[in-house]
């Protein structure tokens, strides 16, 4: 049993004895209790010493853990609170802490639906109930999308991470007319923009599935798991997104945002590499180092004619296609009539 266990039950088992209005306790009791107490816990004969029990007491009387304990010794023998009604249970919250409490609720609430998070929604239970009298409503709301499909496989698949499981996954890609079957090694799991994907290998590549493309998930019992042995910080660290290739070394991709939107990409930059080169009255030109992907195109995108990319050469080729084609189809749009 580790240490912080220990003397949290030596804490509870004083607290219980010192509040006892009906039997006086000598310090060799309270160690007897303390001794009597973890021996219930761990099965097994444990001796606390008088030192111990001393520093205990001493804890419990100062503001090291917020117990400030009114602990006195009479008669120059016997212990007890000199409060009947204290107990290191009872510890006041003034309003900003209740308040500080309800916000952390809040948050942990969101994540309620993911099965890992099953075993603490007793415990968010017991906090909410705990700070009801505040009536305080969110403040705080992280964007979630209720009916995004794929969340019920979170849970097999962070077991099938956690234990090296292989799996047989059933997947459909949007593209795809019919399903696939990949006998995956799962490696990691990654949030973006709202949708999860895992990254796992297959046939010895790597692939990112979408989890809200998969129609079926089993384990395959007779598979050796390949291990990749991957860090999601060091995986992740070059590239927007999710699509990362073994292959591609990052490039500096060079970008001049209009000064009404700049601030944005200030505050909010697009990669941990990004860098200022300039600013003017017009804007200010950006430098991030990242693999090329798909998810930097959509970024860059989003921005329409508010940013222009200098450099690469084939990035900014490739993003003028796409703006071109987007006007071909403004330029052809015939509007349906009204019913």
Known sequence: MSSNKNALIRYKTLDKCLKNKYRKYTLEDLIDECSEALFEFEGKESFVSRRTVQLDLQNMRSEKFGYEAPIEVYERKYYRYSDPDYSIHNISVNESDLKAMNNAVQILKQFKDFSMFKEMNGVIQKLEDSIHSTNQKSIIHLDKNEQ???????????????HK???KITYRSFKARESDCYVA????????N????????HKGKEYNLALDRMENIEVEENAEYVDLNLDGDEYFK??????????MAPRNVVFFVDSSNAPYVKTKPFHSSQEMISETDEGTVFKICVQLNFELERLLLGFGECLTV??????????EE???AGLKN????IVPDKD
């Open 185 to 192: 090694h799962p490696q990691l799991l990654k949030e973006f």
């Open 322 to 324: 796409k703006f071109k």
């Open 148 to 162: 995004l499909k794929g969340l019920e496989y979170i849970d097999a698949l962070y077991d099938a991470i956690l």
């Open 165 to 167: 499981k292989v799996l």
């Open 238 to 247: 070059d590239i927007v997104g999710v699509s990362v290739s073994p292959t």
């Open 310 to 319: 200098y450099k690469p050469r084939k990035l900014r080729l490739r993003l």
């Open 330 to 333: 403004y330029q052809n749009l």
């Open 194 to 201: 709202n949708r999860w994907f895992l990254i796992c290998l």
